[in-house]
């Protein structure tokens, strides 16, 4: 027994049977001890930016960690950006990252770098095995770490400490640690402001708090009290549709966030940091809450959100459950040339029971949550920390996690560029995701972005950093060069078309939208 | 004039015309402050990861720097890997990266990262603009200090220093530094030393003297005293071929590296670290040349080589130029299928006066450095950080560096994967690249290594983790659909052709060479 034995054997006893991979030579022992081990499923990415998305997916849709395998600093500098969101998501998750060899580091190879510091922005806990005989405790430290937080916990095996024979036994895994209890004290304050300001109480839901009992209760206290429901400006993951309470998201740009939350005096917590602008405009606040709301917290990150509403149900009294909001069919049935809007309505309209939606359309599919509150119940996952590039792995995570329903990637082009390479582990795992790419080739956002500073007319520089023409990418041949079928719809009749036999047939499929 | 016009014009004014660029919202004042100023050229890549390996490709052909436009930490992160890459190669670089406004960090904003921690280990120079009134300053002190070290200098923006107007007069333009002389001592060191052993010195040229006046010096030096010459491992720019002394490239492989050194006393380092073996393996040594083997260093990196080397033979003096090595026509005619010697022999007897090979082949064109050394006159680069994923952007950089020259890329299909979005920029920009992918399917190298662990066979997980067929990537369809020209070639006859076709027509082509 090497430690990269006991590094699998550890994670396996803790439950992490998936592995999201890109390894290189410093690993070579570690993939020598999973192949060892057929019961870990080891899933590869041709860059390491689908290794952490998948790995962000897989966890917020499984519940718990998998891991991950990384070559080296290049190789975790290549997932640092998913690995962000995957922090803003707190999404557990056991990273590990390979590195030379101890007694190497001195000679500052080519491939040396400084993992620790590349790591720490990312990481909610960091450590570094120092030896065969650590791997076991520091795998085990990280399972445990990253299930309680929950969040990404970085582990760095040096390649000697893989190879070397442990002399110490396996490590035996205690059960994970699962959310601590939310503070009474906190449940009561919540309970007493809300009696307090009738009305005039919103309720901010993030994390765990977005699905499951949690989620359940929220929407019986909102409907007792008339509290109104929030979720964050970027959801990790919620509970939408039939049957589910209605949660407003915040809305991304400022001035409608600032409207949003205009009229409240409280705003409850429930795993969720207090909602602030996501970038800073000169004369505009940063805090999107007025000054005169109070911010309570039920329960923190890490915190039993579930228990807390509960025992806020408990002091408070419910109501019956949200009655359900419109049926989509009631949009119409949009016809000739496709728009954004089109293709929000139809995939309401048509996407099945249970589907989890990836959406990173950002500008593109505005108006998909709110059609979406009476359509088929969904999990509905967005880009929690705004580094583009992580919808097309996040649905192979989730994919990955949930056999048997459909994953539905809504893409715009621009961040889709980023990580495309995440459509050849959908094919070859033969994953069940459909991506909808929207291709309004250009980074529209920044485009209003530009606008909202003062510039009405692009000239060339701008033009060219803010467009994506010329030449305009061809979404089907990429895809069909990765190994997933593809097609391109510029009418509404035609997607529609496409998009009912893609969600009928198994596997994964990809659709051009012509925008 | 805001801070960002500063910026542009400090940037203007050393001479850095060139940037490279994928902007977001915090970017957007540098981004109209750049469309203020047409003669700044900007080039857009579709991932970071592009827009740095350009610019490494960009500034060790054209010898000074180009600037980046990042968008805040995770932009940053996406560019790490080439950033890694460039820093090993010391490349001057301009590294812009942008970030909030100061007074909006401390609420924690979802794009909000340590974008110092995330920097620091790619940088030879960092430093975060204070506030409007600072940024010229900042830019001018980064433009010196990527071209005095050379190497990296990150400069961070924040937003509201670049929004805001700045009270300081444009900053003066000093003229920019160049080396600084090599000590002299130092050279009569090496004298002393390349006189008392004859027949057993080395000399390791890296960095700047691996071309121009450098490295002629060296060859006409080491004619007249039996000195073998030797580049790095991993090539940052070299120029080769007729008129060119032979240079012995350090083997990757630890066995063979170790044999080529074995036998000096000596080893003379020009603008080169000692050379190290790039991993450390189990019973291997992880320095290069033998215990009795003396280092000196004629020059560091940041210091004259040229006149370093011009110092050792006014003492020495010096021989003729060397003779050229065989032309490649003499290793024949191959025929049939299609190898990878046959694709080196093929292409060295075809490539035109004057290319820049961009080499990311990996384990597929070992046999093409030896067999140039008599081909036409080229200059020759390679992956100097071991972090994958730079050849088709530092084709890029290359091409723009180097108008009327053509760019040729020896890519590995595995690496090339990780960045195939920089295709999109060569048709963009009509960069004169032809790109040659050796699509053997697999992660050939890691395979190998995979063996010298002593895994023979290999299960399902390992298989998974180290071959790139099913399903097999489709090289041709991937690059259509970036707007570059492709074929596909399995014999030498439809190679050749296909070679021969896209070396005489402009733009970029690429060629999937079925291994």
Redesign the interface.
Known sequence: MNGADHLCDVLLAHGVDVCF??????E??F??A?????Q?R???G??E?VVTGAADGYGRMAGKPAAT?LHT???L??G??NL?NAR?ARTPIVNVVGD??A??LH?????T??IE??A???SHWLRRASGPDDVGPTARAACEAAVALPGVATVILP??AA?SAASTPPVEPHPPLGPVAADPGAIRAVAEAVRRAPGRVGMLLGGRAGHGEALAAAGRIARRHGIRLFGE??IGRMERGRGHPPVTRIPYPIDLALAALADLDVLVLVDA?PP?????Y?GKP??LTPGTCALLTLARPGEDAASALQGLADILGTGPAAGDGPAPAEAGTPGGALSEDAVAVILAQAMPEQAVICDEALTSARRFYALTQGAAPHDYLMN??????IGIPLACGAAVACPGRKTIALQAD?SG?????GL?TQ??EALDVVTIVFANRAYA??QG??R??G?TR?????E???T?D?????????A????VEAARASTCEAFRDVLGAALKRPGPFLIEAVL
């Open positions: 991979a890109n390894p290189g030579t410093s070579m022992h993939v020598a999973l192949d060892r081990r057929p870990m080891c899933i590869l041709l860059s930016g395998l600093g290049p190789g500098a290549n640092l950006a962000h803003r030379h060899a007694y190497h000679f500052d190879a080519p491939l770098s400084d510091s590349f720490r922005p990312v390649a000697d190879w400006v970027l940091p602030v602008a996501f970038f800073a000169p940063s805090r929690t920390g705004g580094a583009i590039g621009g560029l980023y990580t495309l390479q050849w094919a070859r956002i920044l972005e530009m909202a500073v510039v692009f000239g060339r520089n701008a060219r950093m803010l994506l010329e030449p305009a990418l061809d979404w089907v041949a990429l069909r060069g990765f190994g």
